[in-house]
């Protein structure tokens, strides 16, 4: 029995530290509401697909691939626990080659990254995923990682409109 323990033990190291070394999670305060928590998530060697459902309705996958990283910002309203239908969230969503040291890109032009804009929450009509054509989007890869995107959708409301990580100095 003591055996078993210790396999469970060392499988569960395993599968915790192979997350570490392809996700990297950054919490974000700049441009995140006063009202929630942001996070800002980086998968290494994963790809974006974009996909539509039976209903014309905009989802994604997220799979393996060498040579690109998903870049996922995620914005959640904080709500009173007893409020069955009060959870509200935002997600920004978009695919970098790592090969791209520098991007500067606008309006159309960000669908290179196949850049989305998710809503969710208890809003009948307006909520799902939504690719982005407005905006731009600068982004530096040289000694690190950094970023900045300025978008809007006129398909749904929306309370992030800008996602930013700075250089590390």
């Known amino acids: 029995m ?3 323990g210790i396999l469970f033990s060392l499988l569960l190291l ?4 192979q997350k570490q070394s392809n996700v990297i999670d950054i919490p974000i305060q700049k441009e995140c509401p006063l009202d929630g928590l942001c996070t800002l998530s980086v998968f290494n060697n994963k790809q974006l697909i ?3 459902d039976g209903l014309g309705g905009l989802y ?3 799979k393996e691939n060498k040579g690109t990283s998903v870049i996922h910002y995620q914005y959640n309203k904080t709500t009173q626990a007893n409020l069955q239908d009060g959870h509200y969230r935002e997600d920004v969503i978009f695919e970098i ?3 791209d040291k520098s991007l500067n890109l606008s309006d159309a032009e960000l669908q290179q ?3 989305i804009f998710g809503r969710h929450c208890f809003c009948k009509g307006q909520t799902g995923y939504f690719q982005i054509t407005k905006g731009s989007l600068q982004l530096h890869q040289q000694t690190s990682f950094a970023f900045d995107l300025e978008f809007e959708t006129d398909k749904v409301p929306q309370l992030i409109r800008r996602v930013s990580l700075p250089q590390k100095k």
Do not use: E, Q, W
């Open 50 to 52: 974009l996909l539509k």
């Open 60 to 62: 994604y996958d997220i």
């Open 97 to 99: 080659k790592t090969s």
């Open 14 to 17: 395993s599968c915790a530290t």
């Open 113 to 115: 990254t196949k850049l």
């Open 2 to 4: 003591k055996r078993i």
